[in-house]
């Protein structure tokens, strides 16, 4: 069945750190790749996707690649804000599995220090 | 205008009692679903709905019953409220299913439910 995997966390970081939130999926499909995001006291928000192999997302200087080799989706951004603590949602969605249509993974919460 | 709202937004009771959340879009999409996230933040899909019909259905208790009155509405009705009901439920919405061109997910403000 499919699943997503993120790096455990919590993640914490200085202010201008840089930041890496590993994904992995597997999926029988050719499923689509996102990262929500989550702020404190919040409904997820989402950050990026990417619909086929190679394809970047990005978004608040936040990038990802869809890569079907590894069949990862790693989140990156080159120096991260305070205003970007909060939980990433590494999720897919995959029309050709009814059940597991969308899966999201285990979340991961990134703290940010000034 | 907020894009998917829920009520209420805190809801605590006891144990046994019948409760329902309600959920509405004005983004007129066609699909919307219902999600439950634990204190670890796990979330997991529990219903979907594709104009007003059933498409996803998890393997959730039977006390747990959507109603979608209509394509803009997906309200939850949980009966025999139990401790382990408690969570934050989300509501969320998207133009198109799984798969589809159009696909992200809206989501609501949550429900933070408390089973005393």
């Known amino acids: 069945g499919n699943s997503v995997t993120q790096m455990e966390g919590p993640v914490t970081l200085s202010e201008e750190a840089f930041l890496t939130i590993n994904c992995t999926y597997t999926a029988t499909g050719y499923p689509s790749l996102f990262w929500y995001v989550q702020y404190p006291g919040e409904g997820l928000q989402l950050l990026l996707k990417a619909t086929k192999a190679d394809d970047k997302g990005s978004n608040k200087g936040f990038e990802a690649t869809y890569r079907k080799e590894t069949t990862s989706f790693h989140l990156e951004k080159g120096s991260v804000q305070v205003s970007d603590s909060a939980v990433y949602f590494c999720?897919?969605?995959?029309?050709?599995?009814?059940?597991?249509?969308?899966?999201f993974g285990p979340g991961t919460r990134l703290s940010v220090l000034p | 205008d907020t894009a998917v709202s829920q009520t209420p937004k805190y809801l605590v009771t006891q144990m046994g009692n019948d409760k329902s959340i309600k959920c509405e879009q004005n983004?007129?999409?066609?699909?919307m679903y219902w999600y439950k996230q634990d204190s670890k933040k796990f979330l997991k899909i529990m219903f979907s709905y594709n104009n007003k019909e059933l498409i996803i259905n998890e393997t959730v208790p039977n006390r747990f019953s959507p109603k979608s009155p209509d394509k803009a509405h997906l309200n939850l009705h949980i009966n025999s409220l139990e401790l382990g009901d408690s969570a934050v439920y989300f509501c969320?919405?998207?133009?198109?299913?799984?798969?589809?061109?159009?696909?992200?997910?809206?989501f609501g403000p949550g429900t933070r439910l408390t089973v005393l």
């Open positions: 969320a919405s998207s133009q198109d299913a799984a798969g589809g061109p159009a696909d992200t997910q809206y």
């Open positions: 999720a897919l969605s995959d029309s050709q599995n009814y059940g597991q249509n969308f899966v």
């Open positions: 983004l007129g999409h066609d699909t």
